[in-house]
């Protein structure tokens, strides 16, 4: 089975601009999770997907969005870019049946850095 | 309160040593943690999970620890390898599909 893969792997942008980030989760996983990872935060919890509907969501600015697809693919949106966003985007993709035994496996990662 | 408590931030073995890691958390409605491996330029991997019914759990050189009353759970890497070396990560799920992480600590086993 493919793992999971994210689009781009590296995007340089600059302020003000936005950007959009794809993920394609394993096949016959139904839920998708993004994290943003920097070395001062570590990994946060943005927002995670189930059957095209938003689940759960973190303690981001509405300029964090997402969006899942009827093939469970899921992009994430980022608009007006500030310096601060740049970090490791990180998708993960699990069945999302059952919280307390769900299994996620991440993606290996869209660096974003913004100028 | 969401949050998970990781030390130490970083952690230097002697190869075949024990590597110990230690998590905390304040919310009782935390129900699965996993802990994860992260290696440079790659996503975090599952090393090892438990549910807060279990005080132990062993997978290979792998074991986590889990008290329940205190609050507190810890891996711990026997026999620590150089391949061990790598940026660990506890995490907590508070009965949803959440994951809140700690904040890491870095592992370097000297050969």
């Known amino acids: 089975k493919a793992g999971v893969t994210q689009t781009p792997r590296y995007l340089i942008k600059t302020r003000g601009q936005q950007v959009t980030l794809s993920c394609s989760p394993i096949?016959?996983?139904?839920?998708v999770s993004w994290y943003q990872q920097t070395p001062g935060q570590g990994l946060q919890f943005l927002f995670e997907?189930?059957?095209?509907?938003?689940?759960n969501k973190g303690n981001f600015p509405g300029r964090f969005s997402g969006r899942q697809f009827s093939n469970s693919r899921s992009e994430m949106n980022v608009s007006t870019l500030e310096l601060g966003d740049s970090a490791l985007y990180l998708c993960?993709?699990?069945?999302?049946?059952?919280?307390?035994?769900?299994?996620?496996?991440f993606g290996p990662g869209t660096r974003l850095t913004v100028l | 309160q969401q949050q998970v408590k990781q030390s130490p931030q970083s952690l230097i073995v002697q190869k075949g040593g024990i590597s110990i890691i230690n998590c905390a958390y304040e919310?009782?409605?935390?129900?699965?943690f996993p802990w994860y491996q992260q290696f440079p330029g790659k996503g975090p991997a599952l090393l090892i999970a438990?549910?807060?019914?279990?005080s132990e759990k062993k997978e290979g050189r792998f074991t986590i620890s889990f008290n329940k009353s205190a609050k507190q759970f810890s891996l711990h890497i026997m026999d620590s390898q150089p391949g061990d070396s790598a940026t660990y990560f506890c995490a907590a799920t508070p009965g949803g599909f959440k994951t809140i992480f700690g904040a890491g600590t870095r592992l370097f086993v000297k050969a």
């Open positions: 997907y189930f059957s095209e509907t938003q689940r």
């Open positions: 919310n009782t409605a935390f129900d699965y």
């Open positions: 993960a993709s699990s069945l999302g049946e059952d919280s307390r035994s769900d299994t996620q496996y």
């Open positions: 438990i549910r807060p019914d279990v």
């Open positions: 096949s016959g996983h139904r839920s």
